[in-house]
């Protein structure tokens, strides 16, 4: 079986220092009892982490920025929209 996907990552520790790091992954294979990944795109925000990363690993680094940002507010779940009424009862 294959399966693509990417992660975010945020290592306040590394032997380039602080760094964030977004990794695409081109396949995921499973073939039992082992796994493989194939990383298609490696961005990270500092050029100390883009260099370790090509020169000690081989990886497809690039240089980027990262803007975080607040998620939005999730929708309502089921489709139902709750409401208070105004009235007292009695």
Known sequence: ????????????????????????????????PTSCAWASRVLVNREEARRHGAGVFGLPSRAAAFDER???????????????SGGGGG
């Open 1 to 32: 079986h294959t399966l693509g996907g990417f992660y975010l990552a945020r290592y306040a520790d590394s032997p380039c220092g602080a760094f964030d790091e977004m990794v695409v992954m081109g396949g995921l294979v499973w073939n039992p």
């Open 70 to 84: 607040p998620a939005p507010p999730a929708p309502p779940q089921g489709g139902r929209h709750s409401s208070s």
